[in-house]
Each structure stands twice: as structure tokens, then as C-alpha cells.
């Protein structure tokens, strides 16, 4: 078994090592400074912490401000709300001007489990990508997580990086290549590609297993990281390899990751494609794996399709 | 300590403020579209900041000294373009290319098109939380450059405004100053029929902050508010300024309507001539001797 860990784990880790590099980075909480590990970075460099208590417009502005007199923040909060509520601040103050303010969208998904509905995000990765000038990262562990937090740090402009908060299987380490707006191969396939982002990046190692037994499907799994700017060269490539196509996320599928994914593949290579993830619905409280299963965003759905997408296939 | 500067001549800047009011208008004109009443209710704050209180260097924008000044209103551009292009940030033939394809001049401001804009700004509300940026950046790094942010009453029914406002108390940033253009007008009308905001000094004083209260087309008193926010110590100031929405232009004072249109070639003649039979310094000189 591999060792379980929330990727929020990782960013929190990744605000630590950017804090010791770099004296300009700072970070900002709304009230939700340890679910989001930001805590970590506090406890180390209190005098780089402001809380702006529960505001989160407020809060994304102020670090529009910072950014604007040289430093580096980071807004924490959770993904729903960053995403959601501060969404006209990232997108006329951040995004329009191209300021270096580094958003950290935590709780991704429908896997934060009973909270329910209002604090799970399932539309982050639509509402973020289609923001000029904004970089998205959907990393797929604690240990990827943890590079990509480094990474948009190290960058300049406005980026987001999404993480969960159940525990999650580690699947990468610190060999493993991570470079933004690149995609890495997990397994290669000649039949069909599996293309996720975030947690479903496991689950499409554990399709590519169960097609591979039962169905004699050979499947490339492509950790797609980085959903902005997105690698079309792995897309396209993977389209006309293996000519057909699934996009899995824990995300709404309207307009979201595999809606990137397709947006691709439709422009430079069309093959058959589905799309697993969550289907046009709102989340609802249960345990994170029920949940998982219950809206669509187990292995067993990336099988489903995958078996579609073979039928389609010329 | 930060020096104090020299009082610049009162009634020079009052011939100024008349120039750039026709220059608001001509470029408005040029538009035909845009916001005329909170433009000219703006231009004696923004005359007062960058003809006598903000540290700045038209030929050095990014000097990392400099005062910043953020316009939280950002419909009120035109003023800003104006009194920009006269203390030297481009030229005023420029001002005419207001609105138009291609322009540095967009509808409203956006820092990447203009140098020495300090933001992009025109969703209302956002202004203030930035100049909080500013400011505890400011503190953070021991500078002693100053943070202005000037914002629209009908803006203040924001919510973001006050958690900003909060939020800068909750910090000590005497190094921000707010500046609130009251013309006690908005879109749909009379600001208090919209949304009350009285009683408005005291909810700025709630939230921790300095206020003080003056005619926001005197500039004496302007001068005299901007000198005293900067000597308030532990907390930020907010200078609420009474204007008059239209200010200059009889038939555009005190209406709403002129909220977000530009004068027609027939109105803008009307206009530049009212504005033309105001005595100048040199008329009201004459007239003393």
C-alpha cells in the first residue's frame, strides 16, 4: 500500500521552503490558516503571516497590493471561496494587470466529504482557467503538490494550485520530473489515454490496471498537472498514438479540466473522447470515498469510459 | 521624516483646475461616451494630491519611493488622464484618444496600457483593499512612502470597503489615507435614497479611522486635510470631501444623470464658455489693482 497523504500537506510544506528561499513571500489567511497548512508558514515566519479574518475579496485585493510593492502572496482559503466569492477581484484586480498574487484553492473537490455542498469545490478549475493571464495546477499528491506550490512561487504572475484535504495515495517522489505546464507519462499505452489531473491521476493508474487485465486494453496515463497553460504537444501526441481519449478529474466536467483537454484534442487531433468527473450536479454530505463513488469519480467510471470511448474508435 | 513641501499658489491651481475641467470635457466630447458629474467632482482632491501632496516623478513613474495613488472610482479616469497629462505623464493631445481602439487611455484605467498608473481599477469596491496592500507592504519594509485611495460614496455601499476599512485599522496604517469624493450622488440617484450612508464620518470613525471633513473643491482645505491626515499617528485617516457631482458646468451640478455621459458638441461649447467666464488669476488681479 503507498502512503496516504493530503495534498494540502504539500502545499503547506511548499510555503515553508518558498518562505526560506525567498524573504519576499507572504502569506495571507481568512480564518482557515491551519485546514489550509498555512498555519505552517505562519508558526516559521510570523512576521510574513496577515490574517484578514473571514474576507476573502478583502484579503485577495490586500495581496494584489503586496504584490504591487514587491512581495509575493499567497492567498489561502478554501477553493469554493477564493475561486467563488473573490472571483471579480482575481479576475479585474489580479488577473487584468498580470500582478504576481498566488492563489491556494484548498477542500478541491467533492472528497472534503460532510461539510456538503457549500464548501466542496467542483467549479474552481472552470472559473480559474478562463481567466486571462491566470496559470491553474491541479497537482495529483502531497509530494506534487508541494513542487507545484514552489513552482507558481517561483514564477511570475497570477497562478492558482489546487489541493484536498483526505488523505490521498502518494504516488510520485522526489525523482519524480515535475515542470510546470508540462505533462509526465505515468504509464504508457498504445490503445487509449487517460488523461487526469489531481487525485483521479491514481485512479486512472488503477483503470489502466483493470482494462489492461479484463479487457486487453493497453492505456497511457498522462498526469496533466498543469491544466494552464496546457501541454498540447503530450495532447495531441496521446490523441493520434492512441486515438482515443478520457479526461478525468474530481471537478465538474462542464467547462472544466476535460473540457481543456477537449479544447485541444477537437483543434489538433480529433479522436473519440469521454469525460469522467462530476456530472452538472451539486455535491452533498457523506464520507469522502462514498461520496467519490456516489458522484462519478472513482476508477470504475474511468473504466466505463474508457470502454466507450474504445467502441467509438475507428 | 518626510519634508514638507512648499504651498504651492492657490490661485495658479484654481486656473488649473479650470484647464483640466475642459480638458475632462473635451476628451469626454471626443469619446462620446464616458463619465462627465464624478469627474469633474474629482478634479480639485486629485489637483491637490498631485500638485502638492504626493511624493512623485513623472519621469521616473517607477521610483520606489514614490506616493502611491490609487483610484478606486475608476469611471472617474477622465480626471485622472487630465491632471496626469498636466503634471507631465503624456501629453494632452493625447486625452482625446479617451475610449478609443488602441488607446493608452481605456475606459478605465488599466495600469498595463499607461505608465504611472499605480492599478487597474473599475469594479467598484476593490480599491481600498489594494491601497491596504500598499501600506503594509509599506510598514513591512520600513518605507516611508505614503498610500492615497480615492473612492465614491455610492462605492462605500461595497461591502469590501469596509472590510478593507477594518482591516486597516486592525493593522495601524497611518501610512493610508482615504479620500471619499461626497457629491452624494450615484447612478439611481440621491445616495441616501439608494442606500443610506449617514451617519458616514461617524461609520468611518467606528472602524477605527481619523476622519476628517472638508470642502473637497477648496483647495486650501484639501491641502490643509492631506497635511493632517499625514500627522495622524497609529491610524489611517479617511478625508470625506463635500463636492458638488458636475462641479463647474451649471446645467451638469447636482444631476444624476450626468452620472455616465459625455457632453454633445453643443453642450461642451456651453460648458467651455461657462468655464471660460470665470475670472482667471490675471482677471482677478486686474480687478485688485
Redesign the interface.
Known sequence: MPEMKPSRDGYGLGLVDLGEKDERV?VLGADLTSSTRANWFKDKFP??F?S??I?E??M????????????I?FVCTYGVFVAGRAW??VR??VC???LNVKLGGAHGGISVGPDGATHQALEDIALMRCLPNMTVVVACDAVETRKATVAIGEMHGPAYVRFGREPIPVITDDATPFTLGKAETFRDGSDLSIIACGYMVGEALTAAETLDKEDKVSARVINLHTVKPIDREAIAKAASETGAIVAAEEHQVMGGFGSAVAEVVTAESPVPMRFVGIQYRFGESGEPEELLDECGCTARFIVDAAREALKQKK | MRKAKQKPDVAELNDLCRTIRKDILISLNAAKSGHSGGSLSSVEVMVALYFYKLRHDPQNHQWEGRDRFVLSKGHVCPALYTVMAHAGYLPTDELTSLRKLGSRLQGHPHMLKLPGLETSSGSLGQGLSIAVGMALGAKMDNKDFRVYCFMGDGETDEGQIWEAAMSAAHYDLDNLCGIVDRNRLQIDGDTEKVMRLEPYCEKWASFGWNVIECDGHNLEELMAALDQAECNCGAPTAIIAHTVKGKGISFMENQAEWHGIPPDDEQLALALKELDTKPTKEQLERADG
Do not use: H, K
Open positions: 507572504v512576521d510574513r496577515f484578514t479574518g474576507a475579496a478583502n485577495t485585493n490586500i495581496a494584489a497590493g503586496l504584490s504591487l510593492v514587491g512581495r502572496p471579480d477581484q479585474t484586480t487584468y494587470a498580470n
